[in-house]
């Protein structure tokens, strides 16, 4: 059982700790957005957990005190990060501090001062593990905080009391979903369905989410498509003690994000087109010059505001001032010294979001959101422009005439110009295992011509619900050549992952084309009908072969064109192979290794 320390001890108990620093990144780039201070070695302290340490301090009383010497100690070693002052600072904040006898505001301010970092570089995550709700001066407290400029985030959003209560109470800046959602989320459909309303709801109220204990390429991918903003990790990074080399971006998620952008990329032009640049004002302006520039500005209802670092804080509303002005001494009162000092009472709250986000996300925003100004991108957390409801909509409208020219009018899926596009550039870049899958059906002109080609189409969107259900993680990209032609692209999974992945969609459309014979042919296994020679013949019921080319990792100048030549010749030897599989190496600097193979 863990002893009672002195009071005397406390700063001895600082020197023995130390903090670890987890980077949160942007999923959509890669780009770090800021580091969790975890606390360390507090065994060393002789605790038996940091809950034990804590509960120790909050038990002789000296909770708040203890809690600003290890903020001190966060931000003074946080100060050292190359690039610290564009960086954010999580900070787990006990929320028994503002009981403490000892509590006394206004201090984190003064450690930040000295740290060289503005007030709201931290962000004090507030626990739903402990209810929140129930403390009357709670919401106090933290308007207290908010009002000095510091950040407020949610943490362990799921797990504990408070739920949407905690929402409303704490009105945060960021939404840390808790680990238990995410674990497994992109094979949990209820998981899925939690993470996707409380994104669209703390877009609603214009906070980011952070997906927290984010540990496979499957679960990063999983909650970049569902809209988390930012997302923490073993997968992406490990906490750390030592002081990072950079901080700029990591590695993996960089790579893993440059390779799901590639399906975004039209949005992402489409977007660009769209955006209203309107210039941003600094959150240090004179109230009276942002009526000046309303006035100078006619058709502009709002204009964003951002800090110094051109971070967006919120936006400003033309009706607002309005408004304000025609009170009496409207414009006295803008002058006013109070007002000049403070532009936060004309501050409202708006959706952020990286250009980066489909346009899909944005609209769900739009349409979950009443009376909405728009939506403010950002790009690498820096402010970009605004979308508003106008321009979202011909947007969206812009991409689906796009993608209606390159889609398959049958299944939807992207067609022969969209994958020629996509694979030039995937191709490009060199992955240490990429793959391409040729689909081909077996006897579908017999069927067709039995059944006719209602029933022909039936068997094609069969199989392409199948693809989409099977092929639904590790980011495959899907594609319809036409007719019973299709194509699949995949890298950074094992040889052994793509040829079970690949089985199983044979498997799967092999045994449900079944029930689209007549009840004769099932029981012969076979179809009566005419080959092309005019003949009747028995041709057996139809299947789907498959060739898997293995792309060579480094080699940057192989074109779709090259794959599709080696892809015929495995397609005819898997069409005369018991399982209908074959699977072969494109390389054209060795024959030898082309030669195809059975599985």
């Not at 789907?544 to 005819?572: C, N």
Request: aromatic share 10%; net charge negative.
């Amino acid at each position: 059982m863990t002893q009672p320390v002195r009071l005397r001890n406390w700063q001895q108990v600082v020197e023995k700790v130390d903090f670890a620093f987890q980077p949160i990144v942007n999923p959509h780039t890669g780009h770090v957005f800021g580091y969790e201070a975890l606390l360390r070695r507090w065994e060393e302290a002789g605790f038996t957990s940091i809950q034990a340490l804590f509960d120790s301090a909050w038990d002789t009383g000296n909770l708040h005190s203890f809690d600003m010497l290890l903020r001190a100690k966060a931000i003074t070693k946080f100060s050292r990060f190359p690039g610290a002052k564009r960086l954010k600072l999580f900070y787990n904040f006990d929320n028994r501090v503002i009981k403490t006898e000892d509590y006394q505001p206004g201090q984190t301010a003064a450690l930040l001062s000295r740290a060289g970092l503005e007030r709201d570089t931290i962000f004090l995550e507030i626990s739903e593990r402990h209810d929140i709700s129930n403390a009357g001066f709670m919401r106090d407290i933290l308007l207290r905080y908010r009002s000095q400029g510091f950040k407020i985030a949610l943490d362990d959003y799921g797990s504990g009391f408070a739920q949407l209560r905690a929402l409303y109470e704490c009105e945060p800046d960021i939404i840390k979903i808790d680990r238990f959602f995410i674990d497994g989320i992109d094979r949990d459909r209820r998981k899925e369905l939690f993470v996707t309303q409380i994104t669209a709801f703390a877009h609603m109220i214009a906070a980011q989410v952070v997906a927290e204990g984010v540990e496979t390429r499957e679960e990063f991918l999983c909650c970049r498509r569902l809209g988390c903003d930012l997302v923490q990790g073993f997968f992406i990074a490990r906490p750390s003690l030592e002081i990072p080399e950079q901080t700029e971006t990591i590695a993996t998620a960089t790579e893993v994000a440059v390779d799901a952008r590639r399906r975004s990329d039209r949005d992402d032009d489409v977007v660009r087109s769209y955006l209203l640049e309107t210039t941003a004002l600094p959150n240090d302006i004179n109230p009276v010059d942002i009526l000046t520039y309303f006035q100078q500005n006619p058709d502009i209802s709002l204009v964003p505001v951002v800090n110094q670092r051109g971070e967006p804080l919120g936006i400003v509303r033309d009706s607002e001032f309005k408004a304000f002005i025609y009170t009496p001494f409207g414009r006295e009162l803008l002058q006013n010294p109070a007002n000049r000092a403070n532009i936060k009472r004309f501050l409202r709250r708006c959706p952020i979001a990286d250009i980066r986000t489909s346009l899909s996300d944005l609209l769900e925003t739009f349409v979950a959101t009443e009376a909405l100004d728009g939506v403010i991108l950002t790009e690498n957390g820096r402010y970009l422009g605004v979308l508003d409801q106008s321009a979202l909509l011909r947007a969206v409208n812009e991409r689906n005439t796009l993608n209606a020219r390159d889609e398959n009018p049958l299944t939807r899926l992207p067609g022969n110009s969209a994958i020629y596009r996509y694979a030039a550039r995937a191709l490009c870049e060199p992955r240490r295992r990429r793959f391409a899958v040729y689909f081909d059906f077996d006897n579908f002109k017999p069927f067709n011509d039995q059944y006719g080609f209602r029933q022909g189409d039936r068997a094609i969107l069969l199989f392409k619900d199948i693809l989409g259900k099977v092929m639904s993680q590790n980011d495959w990209f899907i594609g319809h050549i036409g007719g019973d032609d299709f194509f699949a692209y995949v890298q950074s999974i094992d040889f052994e992952d793509v040829v079970e992945t690949v089985q199983r969609v044979q498997s799967m459309f092999n045994l449900q084309i079944k029930s689209f014979y007549d009840t004769q042919s099932r029981e012969n296994g076979y179809l009566t009908g005419k080959g092309r020679d005019g003949q009747t013949a028995k041709f057996d019921l139809m299947t789907v072969s498959a060739a898997v080319i293995k792309i060579p990792g480094e080699r940057t100048d192989i074109t779709l064109d090259h794959i599709s030549l080696e892809a015929a010749k495995l397609k005819a030897l898997a069409k005369n192979s018991p399982n209908r599989f074959a699977t072969g190496i494109y390389d054209p600097d060795n024959t030898s290794a082309n030669e195809p193979k059975l599985l």
